[in-house]
């Protein structure tokens, strides 16, 4: 009987152990788009929780906003917040239902257009090359 118990104890503390590692460590991933002029803006997200299923995302000069949890002011939050394409200076947003979020109008020479879609072609996107969500590590 005292094995089990040791054992019992043993992996209890075991698993304590990874969850709250999983629980305490934040995903952050950056990708950094540049325009034909040498602008440089970040597409930022952070992840969290057990299994990463808690989401902030943000648009950025910045590179490391978002970098830390406490700093989502101006983000969205959820998973899968948004596609984007970056081409010829321009920087596609695209959403399902409504526009979300807005970029900071701090740009100089990229433009931003926001372009809402329906379900399906929103599925048709993920397909597409070329168009990406957020975030991409």
């Known amino acids: 009987m005292k094995i089990y118990n040791t054992l019992y ?7 304590l152990n990874a ?9 952050f991933n950056s990708k950094q788009l540049v325009s034909s ?3 440089k ?4 997200s952070i992840n969290w929780g057990v299994t990463g299923d808690y989401q902030c995302s943000v648009i ?21 917040p948004f596609m984007y394409q970056f081409k010829n200076d ?5 959403f399902y239902d409504r526009v979300k979020y807005r970029v ?6 990229i433009t931003v257009i926001y372009k809402v879609v329906s ?5 048709k996107l993920k397909e597409k090359t070329g168009c990406f969500s957020v975030p991409i590590s």
Do not use: Q
């Open 119 to 123: 379900d399906s072609e929103y599925l």
């Open 60 to 80: 950025s000069k910045d590179s490391l906003r978002l970098k830390n949890r406490n700093d989502t002011v101006g983000s969205i939050p959820g998973l899968d």
């Open 90 to 94: 321009s920087l596609i947003l695209y």
């Open 104 to 109: 900071p109008n701090d740009l100089n020479t």
């Open 9 to 15: 104890f043993l992996f209890l503390f075991f698993y």
């Open 37 to 39: 002029k040498g602008e």
């Open 19 to 27: 969850c709250s590692t999983s629980i305490t460590d934040d995903s």
């Open 41 to 44: 803006i970040y597409i930022n």
